[in-house]
């Protein structure tokens, strides 16, 4: 990631990571490559498409129709409405709108793809871009209407409206028309030129804008897990050998070996009395680190996958203006988001599955090793009437069905669309947008098992079962930064609030989990 002094992110200059468009997603500014050779480089495609026009040349997009109409010869005199028409015809997108953050990654991944200089685009263009993110200008963008090729068609259409000052825009926290905005910043809307309405649309990006951002959640949400699961281990008076160093070097996947040193390290104290007759723990606890390891060890390939993604030209034709060639394909095809999506979503899932059977343990008193039922922290005559965790503990159940169901592939329901033209489709954006769905609900699980199991240890703590002794320093400072804004349940209230609070914490990464 290229950053000036003053952490403006820099495109056109070497490859953007993950944490780039996240950074961009949160507000950083953007600026181009200053380079002369960069744009010279940009300068050169559009130089030759416009040669290329004057010679009447036949280009995909330009001088023919798109997709099943490309045998369309467009007229000359029409060549220049042709973009402005194919911005218009797809603004038919459906469902919930992207928020702020969401379309500001979507700013980020298509300006990223554009100056790879292979897209016949104008510095005009893309000045455009740098200006909606720096001007903290969002396209509303619907999230439903793509298949994921011919790339994020529709979705990215509604960008290409904004450059040219239609549709409508989130500006400063309200949705307004993108003229009136324009007019009150004295920002000039562009003219699209003839290839770039495709080029703008014609590909990735809000797959891969989205894939960023779910990356960098799930993976906060392993880290978060195990340290949920080591504080369960110590409430239940669980065994800290199953996560022994010789034990993991004989089974040497490296993410599992360093989630059982997370744990290893979490549980580093004073262990209390064993109070249990069992020699091994129950699965979701012993097995743990053979759970989040899945995830720890996917994420390296994903983050391939999703950076090469990333730092591509996806969108059809390139225009290779050192060569004066135009090169016609198919790299608008979103199949390894969709297939790195597919699996983020699993594995999360697969986490929320996890804590969901830890959660069922440490509230059923029959399990615990002596918790109150349903981790109640009520005593005396008001214990019978009171419930602490029991609706909760449904809620994870609710929360991670959902999650599991939500996990069916989208990549293998490619459907023929667009005349048989695009006949076999990637379903990238669905994917993405399923993942999304599936780390929200295991965010959910995550907070609610977080209040739990800080309740769990709170309890045994006021029943003199443990001591800050007990505690590593990690589980202590856990633990008291959740009680800061958690009150322990005696009496039975509505947790939702403290549940809402939790969950926009993790979303927002706000604690330091693991170095």
Request: charged content about 20%; some cysteine.
């Amino acid at each position: 990631m290229t950053f000036n002094a003053d952490n403006t992110i820099v495109f056109g200059d070497g490859l953007l990571t993950i944490e780039s468009v996240v950074a961009i997603a949160n507000g950083h500014h953007a600026t181009l490559n200053q380079a002369p050779e960069f744009s010279a480089r940009i300068d050169r495609g559009t130089q030759f498409l416009e040669r290329l026009l004057k010679e009447e040349g036949v280009i995909y997009g330009v001088t023919t129709g798109y997709g099943d109409s490309c045998t369309v010869a467009i007229p000359p005199a029409l060549v220049n409405e042709l973009p402005l028409h194919l911005t218009r015809f797809h603004g038919c997108g459906l469902g919930q709108n992207l928020d702020h953050m969401q379309s500001r990654a979507v700013l980020a991944t298509r300006l990223n793809s554009l100056t790879q200089g292979v897209s016949g685009v104008s510095m005009e263009l893309l000045n455009q871009l740098v200006t909606l993110i720096n001007k903290d200008i969002a396209p509303r963008i619907p999230q439903e209407g793509s298949v994921g090729a011919s790339g994020d068609l529709t979705p990215l259409s509604y960008v290409a409206a904004t450059l040219i000052g239609e549709r409508e825009v989130s500006y400063k926290g309200e949705l307004r028309p993108t003229a009136d905005v324009f007019a009150e910043l004295g920002i000039k809307p562009i003219t699209l030129k003839p290839k770039e309405g495709l080029a703008l649309m014609n590909g990735t990006s809000v797959m891969t804008a989205l894939a960023c951002l779910a990356f960098k959640r799930a993976e906060y949400l392993v880290q978060l897990s195990t340290r949920i699961t080591a504080m369960v281990s110590l409430a239940m008076h669980g065994n800290d050998f199953h996560f022994d160093e010789a034990l993991f070097a004989v089974k040497p996947h490296p993410g599992q070996q360093q989630i059982a040193r997370w744990l290893r390290e979490d549980l580093q104290a004073d262990r209390p009395p064993r109070n249990s007759d069992r020699l091994q723990d129950r699965y979701s606890l012993r097995c743990a680190p053979h759970v989040i390891g899945v995830l720890q060890d996917t994420l390296p390939w994903l983050r391939q996958m999703i950076e090469n993604e990333l730092n591509s030209a996806n969108d059809n034709p390139i225009i290779d203006g050192d060569n004066e060639r135009v090169l016609h394909g198919g790299h608008f095809y979103g199949g390894h988001i969709a297939m790195a999506m597919d699996t983020l979503k699993t594995a999360v899932a697969n986490i929320a599955d996890l804590l969901d059977r830890q959660m069922a343990q440490l509230m059923d008193y029959k399990f615990n090793n002596g918790l109150p039922f349903n981790l109640t922290g009520a005593e005396g005559e008001r214990k019978p009437i009171n419930h602490g965790f029991k609706a909760v503990q449904i809620g994870i159940s609710a929360w991670t069905a959902e999650a599991l169901k939500n996990t069916m592939p989208a990549s293998v329901f490619s459907r023929s669309t667009e005349c048989h033209n695009q006949d076999k489709v990637s379903m990238g954006t669905i994917a993405a947008r399923d993942c999304l769905r599936v780390l929200e609900l295991t965010e959910q699980v995550t907070a609610a098992s977080l209040l739990a199991s800080t309740q769990a240890l709170e309890i045994r703590r006021r029943h003199g079962e443990l001591d800050m002794n007990h505690f590593s320093p990690a589980l202590r400072e856990m633990t008291q930064n959740v009680l800061s804004d958690f009150d322990f349940v005696v009496e039975d209230r509505p947790l939702e609030c403290d549940l809402r609070r939790f969950i926009t914490h993790i979303q927002q990464q706000e604690w330091n989990l693991y170095k």
